[in-house]
Nanobody
Framework: QVQLAESGGGLVQAGGSLRLSCTLSGSILRGNVINWHRQLPGKQREWVTWISRDGRTGYADSVKGRFTLSRDNAKNTVYLQMNNLKPEDTAVYYC???????WGQGTQVTVSS
């Protein structure tokens, strides 16, 4: 059973930073692509960023230049560094194993104005 666990969410003022983590069970991170999605209040879940097996990344336009995704295969962990946060980034953030039905439980990020 694959498990993903997000952590690092919290309350931050606009302009602040947070770092989210997504830790995978077992040693499966190395061969897999990881997505992050977020669900804003009252809206559908939307894609935010992905990281390939070899560390290439892609970002939604809304976060490009502010968010940075990285991975540490030895720790089975993906890190989402979020800088210059805006109130519109307030959402529950989820990581996902691409191409699978495996999702974490989500971590709440709240950005106050």
């Amino acid at each position: 059973q694959v498990q993903l666990a997000e952590s690092g969410g919290g309350l931050v003022q606009a302009g602040g930073s947070l770092r989210l983590s997504c830790t995978l069970s077992g040693s499966i991170l190395r061969g897999n692509v990881i997505n992050w999605h977020r669900q804003l209040p009252g809206k559908q879940r939307e894609w935010v960023t992905w990281i390939s097996r070899d560390g290439r990344t892609g970002y939604a336009d809304s976060v490009k230049g502010r968010f940075t995704l990285s991975r540490d295969n030895a720790k089975n962990t993906v890190y989402l560094q979020m800088n210059n946060l805006k109130p519109e980034d307030t959402a529950v953030y989820y990581c996902n194993l691409m191409g699978s039905s495996y999702w974490g439980q989500g971590t709440q990020v709240t950005v106050s104005s």
